[in-house]
């Protein structure tokens, strides 16, 4: 397991494959463990180096309780360290859902540090998630009751991904969320690099994030038939198709 330390705080991450590196940010509540389970690793690594992070409270990173430890500028140097660690001057950033979040912020901060862009079930406005406002309102009777009604209200997680899920620390997760993501639409706006938006069919945040396509100045949006959020996700091998068209 390999670790760097960034303000006192320790951001645990691995490294798959040889190529151009393509940095990874998960979503609320999960972890680097998914992208080899949902096929993420075995559908990229022959081509790209893989650098998985676990974010900040999350996986087997450091879980500060304090909101003011999630702002996006300090989340965004957790990548930009990591990438120093690695000797990374520049790389391609992917995210979805809260990852997407980091990547819209990655674009505003560290635009010098990135070749293109791919972002995933989330918009750049304001943030406005019911699905992360729902998990923080259930957490407080415990991650397993916040467990159960996710999968009664949007879909059953696979089995290891559940079990993964319930080892996340409540405390940490609030904290994560506590303060609302900025809008970043002017830095989508702005990124002259490539950008590819993907989305699932069914997707909550579908209208949003067509609406954002529109800002970018050299970029696309896909639609990925018949998913819905949590699909998007979890079918890695069916989106890393279309990641490697657009690379």
């Not at 989340?75 to 979040?101: F, H, K, P």
């Not at 639409?185 to 067509?210: H, N, W």
């Not at 100045?217 to 018949?226: F, L, R, V, Y």
Request: proline content about 4%; aromatic content about 12%; charged content about 25%.
């Amino acid at each position: 397991m390999a670790v760097i330390n960034n303000q006192g705080i320790k951001i645990r991450y691995e490294v798959e494959g040889n190529g151009k590196p393509i940095v990874f940010h998960h979503g609320f509540g999960n972890c680097l463990e998914d992208y080899y389970e949902l096929g993420y690793v075995d559908a990229l690594k022959d081509k790209y180096q893989l650098v998985l992070i676990d974010c900040r409270g999350f996986g087997k990173s450091d879980k500060p309780h304090d909101p003011a430890n999630y702002t996006f500028d300090i989340r965004t140097s957790d990548t930009i360290a990591v990438m120093d660690a690695l000797g990374i001057d520049q790389a391609i950033a992917w995210g979805n859902s809260m990852g997407r979040r980091m990547v819209y912020a990655l674009m505003h901060y560290y635009p010098e540090r990135f070749l293109a862009y791919c972002a995933g079930g989330m918009h750049p406005y304001l943030d406005n998630s019911d699905m992360g406002d729902n998990i923080c309102a259930w957490l407080s009777d415990g991650m397993e009751h916040a467990v159960d009604t996710f999968e009664k209200t949007y879909a059953s997680f696979p089995k290891n991904l559940r079990q993964r899920y319930l080892t996340n620390d409540p405390d940490a997760m609030r904290a994560a969320y506590a303060l609302p993501a900025p809008d970043f639409t002017q830095a989508l706006s702005q990124i002259k690099s490539p950008v590819l938006l993907f989305c699932g069919e069914t997707d909550d945040y579908r209208v949003q994030m067509e609406e954002s396509a529109k800002l970018i100045a050299n970029g696309e949006i896909q639609i990925i038939d018949g998913l819905d959020h949590c699909e998007t996700y979890w079918q890695g091998k069916k989106v890393c198709e279309y990641i490697k068209d657009f690379l």
